[in-house]
C-alpha cells in the first residue's frame, strides 16, 4: 500500500512540474511569437511562406534599404490643410513580396513599432507613448494581404489584413506598381486610426492618418 | 496648448463641481454621519473625468489600464479603515498588502523592464505605504481643525498638478490629463470641506489621493521615452511629507497663514524641485 501511495504521489509530483512553466517563460515565448495575423487558415511564418512558393514565382525582400514605411497625421484645424503636419516612418521591419508570374501576388510585412522615428524627438517619443503606438505594449504591428486584384493600368487593388495595437482589421487601398528593370511599388491611403483602438486626442488630432509606402527593389 | 476646451470643461471644472455637489448633498442628507464620504468622493471625481475625457477603456488590458480601478479600491479600503477600530499595526498591514496588490497590477510585466517587476512591486508598494502612514500620522497629531485638514487637501492638490506637469513633460499626455483629474476631484473636495459645517476627515483620503498619484507616475515613467529622470517622479511622490516641518517646535508656535505657508512652502519646494529637474532634462538636451 506504501508503495502504491509513493508512486500515485510520484506521478502527481511529475505532472504539477511538468504542466506549470514559470509567467517569465511564458511571456518570453509569447514575445517571440510573430504578432503577424495572417488572415488565412495557415499559420505560416513570412520565412516559410518561401518554402510553399510555386516555382514561377519570385520573393522580394523588403528591407528599410528598399522600402519606406511613413505616416501623415494632422491636427484638427478650422481650415485646413494643417500647417503643423507631422510625418513620421518605421526604420525595422521586414518582409516579403512575392511575385507570380509577373504579377504581384502577396506581400507581408512587420514592423517594429518602436522604431518609429519623426524629426522631433519629443514628438517621437510621444507617438511611442501610450497616447498613440504604445510600443512597449505593442512591439509590433503587420501587414499581410489576402488578396491583389489589378485594376487600372499598372495600379491593383491590394486588401490584406493590418494588425495594429493588437488590433486587426482588413483594409483595401490602391497601389502603383512596377516591374519594368526590378519592382517598384508605391502607395498612399488612409487609416482610421480609432478602428485600432489609437483613440487618444480625437478632438486635437484627426482620426485619419496618411500611409504611404514605398518599395523600389532591381 | 496640448489640452483642448473639451478636456478642461469635462476632465477638470465638471468634476470639480459633482464631487463638491455630491458631497454637499450627501451631508444634507445625512449619509456622511455613519461614514466619511470623502475618499468615494474622490474615486467618483476621478472617474468622471476619465470616463467624459474617454482617457482609457472600460475592459483593462495593459497594466496601465487598471489605474482607475486601483483607485476605487483604495477609496473602499479608505472607507472601512474609517468604519471599524484598527490599530496601527493592523492599519499598517492593511495598506501595505493593499499597495502590494495594487502594484501587482500596475507594473508591466516586460522582460526588459527597468528596475525589473520585483524591484518595482516592492518600492513602489513600500513608498506608497510609507508615504501614507506617515502623512496620516501626521493628520492626526498635528491636524484638528478644519483649517488643517485643507492645508493637507491643497498639499495632496499641488502634488497632483506637479505630477500633471512632470507627466506632460515626459511626453504623457494621456497620464498628465489623469492627473489633472485627481487635481479636480481634489479641489471638489476643498469646495465642500470649506462649505461643509462638518468637514470631511482629509486624512481618509490620503490613501487613494497617493496611491493615485504614484501609480501615475510609476505608469507615466515606465511608459516614457523622455530624458525626465526618475528623481522628478519619486519627489511628487513625497512631497506631501513636507508638512512635517509643522511639528517642528519653532513652526508649531507659528500661527495662522504664517504657520500654513511655512508648512505648505517645504512642499513646494520640494514639487519646484522635481519640476525643475523635469525642465532641465527635457530642454538642456535640445
Keep these: 500500500m506504501r508503495y502504491k501511495t509513493f508512486w500515485l504521489l510520484l506521478v502527481a509530483v511529475s505532472l504539477f512540474l511538468g504542466c506549470g512553466d514559470p509567467p517569465a517563460e511564458s511571456e518570453e515565448a509569447d514575445a517571440d511569437a510573430p504578432v503577424v495575423e495572417l488572415g488565412t487558415e495557415d499559420d505560416e511564418t513570412i520565412d516559410e511562406t518561401s518554402a510553399t512558393t510555386p516555382s514561377d514565382s519570385t520573393m522580394i525582400e523588403l528591407t528599410p534599404e528598399n522600402t519606406q514605411i511613413g505616416f501623415v497625421g494632422t491636427h484638427i484645424v478650422e481650415e485646413g490643410p494643417d500647417p503643423d503636419a507631422r510625418s513620421g516612418q518605421f526604420e525595422a521591419f521586414q518582409g516579403t513580396a512575392t511575385m507570380t508570374e509577373g504579377m504581384l501576388s502577396k506581400i507581408a510585412v512587420e514592423i517594429e513599432t518602436s522604431s518609429l522615428q519623426t524629426e522631433n524627438e519629443k514628438l517621437t517619443g510621444h507617438l511611442k507613448s501610450p497616447d498613440f503606438f504604445d510600443v512597449r505594449e505593442h512591439p509590433n504591428a503587420s501587414f499581410t494581404s489576402t488578396s491583389i486584384e489589378p485594376a487600372a493600368d499598372g495600379e491593383v487593388n491590394i486588401t490584406g489584413d493590418l494588425t495594429l495595437l493588437g488590433n486587426t482589421k482588413t483594409i483595401s487601398f490602391p497601389a502603383t506598381v512596377s516591374t519594368d528593370g526590378g519592382f517598384e511599388l508605391n502607395a498612399e491611403f488612409t487609416i482610421d486610426r480609432t478602428e485600432f483602438g489609437m483613440d487618444y486626442g480625437v478632438d486635437k488630432v484627426e482620426k485619419t492618418v496618411t500611409m504611404t509606402i514605398g518599395i523600389t527593389s532591381s | ?286
Design chain 2, 1 to 286: 496648448m496640448p489640452f483642448s476646451s473639451t478636456d478642461i470643461v469635462f476632465g477638470f471644472v465638471l468634476p470639480a463641481l459633482i464631487v463638491a455637489a455630491v458631497l454637499l448633498a450627501a451631508q444634507k442628507w445625512r449619509l456622511s454621519r455613519a461614514i466619511d464620504l470623502s475618499p468615494l468622493a474622490l474615486a467618483v471625481g476621478f472617474h468622471l473625468a476619465y470616463w467624459m475625457v474617454g482617457l482609457g477603456p472600460l475592459r483593462p488590458e495593459s497594466h496601465w489600464h487598471w489605474i482607475p480601478y486601483v483607485i476605487t479600491v483604495a477609496a473602499v479600503i479608505s472607507c472601512a479603515k474609517a468604519i471599524g477600530t484598527w490599530n496601527r499595526g493592523a492599519r499598517a498591514a492593511l495598506i501595505l498588502i493593499s499597495s502590494a496588490a495594487f502594484a501587482f497590477f500596475l507594473v508591466p510585466t516586460w522582460q526588459d523592464l527597468e528596475p525589473t517587476r520585483s524591484v518595482l512591486i516592492v518600492g513602489w508598494s513600500l513608498t506608497v505605504a510609507g508615504v501614507t502612514l506617515s502623512a496620516e500620522s501626521l493628520a492626526q497629531t498635528l491636524f484638528t481643525s478644519k483649517r488643517s485638514h485643507q492645508v493637507l487637501l491643497v498639499a495632496l492638490l499641488i502634488s497632483s498638478l506637479a505630477g500633471a506637469v512632470v507627466l506632460l513633460l515626459a511626453d504623457n499626455l494621456r497620464f498628465s490629463q489623469m492627473a489633472m483629474a485627481l487635481a479636480a476631484a481634489i479641489v471638489g473636495l476643498l469646495i465642500a470641506n470649506s462649505i461643509q459645517s462638518i468637514p470631511p476627515q482629509a486624512e481618509s483620503t490620503l490613501f487613494p489621493a497617493v496611491t493615485a498619484i504614484s501609480g501615475l507616475l510609476l505608469i507615466g515613467r515606465v511608459n516614457s521615452f523622455s530624458d525626465v529622470p526618475w528623481i522628478s517622479y519619486v519627489l511628487v511622490v513625497i512631497a506631501p511629507l513636507g508638512l512635517w516641518v509643522l511639528n517642528l517646535p519653532y513652526i508649531r508656535n507659528l500661527k495662522g497663514n504664517l504657520r500654513v505657508a511655512v508648512g505648505l512652502s517645504i512642499s513646494c519646494i520640494v514639487l519646484g524641485m522635481a519640476v525643475a529637474f523635469a525642465v532641465f532634462a527635457t530642454y538642456a538636451s535640445q
